[in-house]
């Protein structure tokens, strides 16, 4: 399969659009709000944690360049509305960057986390699927927490 880094960076934008506008509909208010205690994450966390995966992946990973990510300490992160408008801003720009990079064939093969992709693929595409894989996963959680912080 052949990467199309446009299409491809249009899906991590609508996801991440998405992902705003649950925030935008949650308000400072509640965006910092585990539903469920400690053990559930935020809105902001999971963001967070999107903007992180897609540098990982598509930087770290498929690219090598450095990465200094704590994965952990995304979930535990809070934020501003307005903040995590400025994060995705920039993780997007920086997805799309990568993608076209991708595209152009700049990937640096052999990263160990390759070889978890499933199917036995170690591509550029199998990275991009997996990217957007997890960030419609973590929407659907985004979706879920909005729905739990907002009825009853």
């Given at each position: 399969?052949?990467?199309?880094?446009?299409?491809?960076?249009?899906?991590?934008?609508?996801?991440?659009?998405?992902?705003?506008?649950a925030a935008d509909r949650l308000g400072d208010e509640l965006v910092n709000v585990r539903p469920f205690g400690p053990t559930t994450n935020s809105v902001a966390a999971l963001v967070v944690h999107c903007c992180g995966l897609s540098e990982w992946w598509l930087g770290h990973v498929a690219l090598?360049?450095?990465?200094?990510?704590?994965?952990?300490?995304?979930?535990?992160?809070?934020?501003?509305?307005?903040?995590?408008?400025?994060?995705?801003?920039?993780?997007?720009?920086?997805?799309?960057?990568?993608?076209?990079?991708?595209?152009?064939?700049?990937?640096?093969?052999?990263?160990?986390?390759?070889?978890?992709?499933?199917?036995?693929?170690?591509?550029?595409?199998?990275?991009?699927?997996?990217?957007?894989?997890?960030?419609?996963?973590?929407?659907?959680?985004?979706?879920?927490?909005?729905?739990?912080?907002?009825?009853?």
């Amino acid at each position: 399969m052949e990467l199309d880094a446009p299409t491809a960076a249009a899906y991590v934008g609508h996801a991440f659009g998405q992902m705003l506008a649950a925030a935008d509909r949650l308000g400072d208010e509640l965006v910092n709000v585990r539903p469920f205690g400690p053990t559930t994450n935020s809105v902001a966390a999971l963001v967070v944690h999107c903007c992180g995966l897609s540098e990982w992946w598509l930087g770290h990973v498929a690219l090598g360049e450095p990465s200094d990510r704590d994965r952990l300490a995304e979930f535990e992160q809070e934020a501003t509305v307005a903040e995590l408008h400025d994060l995705v801003d920039e993780a997007l720009a920086r997805a799309g960057d990568h993608l076209a990079r991708l595209e152009v064939g700049d990937a640096m093969p052999g990263h160990p986390a390759r070889a978890s992709l499933p199917g036995d693929s170690e591509t550029d595409a199998a990275v991009v699927l997996h990217v957007l894989e997890e960030l419609y996963q973590h929407l659907g959680h985004v979706q879920l927490t909005v729905d739990a912080l907002t009825r009853g």
